[in-house]
């Protein structure tokens, strides 16, 4: 079975620091897919930034990039020179296919000025 | 493009009633998924349906259904409902062409609840 594991609840950086959101997953299935999504407070999901299995280099989205160690099955996201507005819930994701994706608990980021 | 739209924003409903959510994907998306947003279950996936056929389902009772319309626009429905069914109700498109991994794009959500 798929699974997500975030194991901080919550983490406090400042303005203009970078900051490293854990996530480790369990599949024994080779080819899936790993996922960022934001969650203000109005609720909607952003999606932020997307690696694949087979992908050999780390994904990069802007200010976000994806620390990815297959080896250790963590997909971490980075986010470099906080910004206020990076507030909010964020979630790590799996996919296989185009099956459903499982979540996990989920990290609060407050960044502060 | 425009985003995922879904509707209505807030809803209030009372215990044994009934409730109809809409959601329209992303222009060329053909994959629709359902999720249920809870401060105790966290995100729980109700199903997705592509190309009008249910192709994936969670573990949610009958109560909980839906449908997919010949433009991908898609409704779910949730019957006689409880109070437990109040949640953030997630709606997410897909690309899904081929085969390989898509991201899913999430509209704003359905705010339901229920007294």
């Given at each position: ?78 986010i470099s020179a906080s910004q206020l507005g990076d507030s909010a819930m ?24 | ?8 924003r807030y809803l209030i409903k009372t215990r044994g009633q009934q409730v ?74 897909s690309l899904e062409e081929g085969r390989g991994t898509y991201e899913q ?11």
């Amino acid at each position: 079975a798929q699974k997500i594991t975030q194991t901080q609840p919550g983490m406090f950086v400042q303005e203009k620091e970078a900051v490293t959101l854990d996530c480790t997953y369990d599949t024994s299935d080779p080819s899936y897919g790993l996922f960022w999504y934001k969650q203000p407070s109005s609720g909607e999901m952003i999606f932020l930034i997307y690696q694949g299995s087979y992908d050999q280099q780390n994904a990069t989205e802007g200010r976000y990039s994806l620390n990815f160690q297959k080896a250790r099955k963590s997909a971490n996201l980075v986010i470099s020179a906080s910004q206020l507005g990076d507030s909010a819930m964020y979630f790590c994701a799996m996919r296989l296919g185009f099956q459903k994706l499982v979540f996990g608990t989920g990290t609060r980021l407050l960044v502060s000025p | 493009k425009a985003g995922v739209t879904q509707t209505p924003r807030y809803l209030i409903k009372t215990r044994g009633q009934q409730v109809t959510l809409s959601c329209s994907p992303i222009s060329g998306h053909r994959s629709v998924s359902w999720y249920q947003q809870t401060p105790g279950q966290g995100l729980q996936f109700l199903f997705e349906y592509f190309s009008e056929t249910q192709r994936n389902k969670g573990n949610f009772p009958g109560r909980f259904s839906g449908r997919q319309f010949s433009n991908s626009r898609s409704e779910m429905n949730v019957s006689t409902l409880e109070l437990g069914d109040s949640a953030l109700y997630l709606c997410a498109s897909s690309l899904e062409e081929g085969r390989g991994t898509y991201e899913q794009y999430f509209g704003p959500g359905t705010r339901l609840t229920v007294t």
